[in-house]
Structures are given as C-alpha cells and as structure tokens.
C-alpha cells in the first residue's frame, strides 16, 4: 500500500473536501481546474513540484492519488481535477486509470462516471462507506495470499 507524503495529503484534503460538498445530482460542479487547483494546495508557491514555474511535477502527484485511492478500494479521487478549457482531465489520467486495471478508460463516459462515483462516495459522509472500501481491499489482498500459499502447497506443476 502506498502512502501519500505531506503535500499529497494536502491534496487529498482538498479534493476530498470538494467531493464532500459536491452535488451527486451535478457531480461535475464539484471539479476544479489544475490552476486553481495548485493555487489553493499551495497558494504560497512553496512546493517546488507545483509552484507555477514546475507544475508539471503535479501530474505525478495526482497519480499517485488515484493509485492510493484505488488500493483503498475507492472512486479516483483526482477525476475532480480538469483543464479549464475543456473541462475535462489531461490525457494521464485514462492512461493511469488503464494501468490500474480499468476497461474502457479512454472513454469520456468512464471519467465521469468516476467523478459522480467520488461525489457520491465522499458527500454520503459514510463511515461504514469508507470502513467497507478498506475491508474489501484487505478481503481481496487475502484472497490473493490464499491462492499464492494453495499455489506453493500444490507444489511445481508438470509441464507435458
């Protein structure tokens, strides 16, 4: 499991406050663009990695969001973050969501389905929400352990 260093968290906080708020009727009002984004995470420019000048380095951050939200067992919390002009996120973000795993990623339809999935998510404020996307992530990693030790115990297969 990832952890998320000092400024993700922040980041975390912030997305997750705008989630919270969010309105699952119009989940996409709860997005911001990545300038205002950066603006209120770090409004000082004190982060090296997001400050104007380097905001490149935040491409990588809101990944590693995505990544620690989905080993979590939650929507990707980082679908909440778009480009101002087109209102929807770069094209890393169907590039990771694909690395995660997801089908169908590169279609329109699966980014906003993931931002009306962490409005919904976030704005229940349900903590049995969150406590049941946990254990289904530990439910999952041990049923990956139980196959791995059933795998070892049958010992080596016979290729013929």
Do not use: N
């Amino acid at each position: 499991m990832l952890t998320l260093t000092p400024i993700e968290r922040d980041m975390h906080r912030l997305l997750r406050s705008l989630a919270q708020v969010g309105d699952p009727a119009d989940p996409l009002s709860a997005c911001i663009d990545y300038k205002e984004f950066v603006q209120r995470v770090d409004p000082h420019g004190l982060d090296p990695y997001t400050s104007q000048g380097q905001m490149r380095g935040l491409y990588p951050k809101l990944g590693h969001i995505s990544v620690y939200e989905h080993q979590h067992g939650r929507p990707l919390l980082s679908a909440l973050v778009v480009r101002k002009a087109t209102g929807r996120p770069g094209d890393g973000f169907a590039d990771l969501a694909a690395q995660l795993g997801f089908e169908a990623a590169e279609d329109p339809g699966f980014w906003e389905d993931q931002v009306a999935r962490t409005v919904r998510f976030w704005s229940a404020d349900d903590p049995v929400l969150l406590m049941d996307s946990a254990m289904d992530q530990v439910m999952k990693e041990l049923g990956s352990i139980k196959r791995a030790v059933r795998r070892l115990a049958a010992g080596p297969t016979e290729k013929g």
